[in-house]
């Protein structure tokens, strides 16, 4: 299984640092991990599985967006 939680960390580390940077965010990561924990979703849905984690980065991602885009 693919640690999502490394990967909303490591999208957050490079939000953060072009943001203080003076660098443009990258929109084009952020909707790219918000489609990869949408599909984690469905096929843990799909699988009967809980999906309170993945909702739970699933906001963070979009916090991550509406506050630095």
């Not at 929109?27 to 984690?40: G, P, T, W």
């Not at 979009?62 to 506050?67: F, M």
């Amino acid at each position: 299984m693919e640690d999502y939680n490394r990967l909303v960390i490591d999208l957050y580390k490079r939000c953060f640092t072009d943001y203080i940077n003076g660098s443009p965010v990258d929109a084009d990561a952020i909707q790219e991990v918000q489609r990869v924990l949408n599909f984690a979703i469905d096929k843990a849905k799909i699988g009967n599985e809980p999906t309170d984690t993945l909702e739970a980065l699933k906001k963070d991602v979009g916090y991550l967006k509406y506050d630095l885009l």
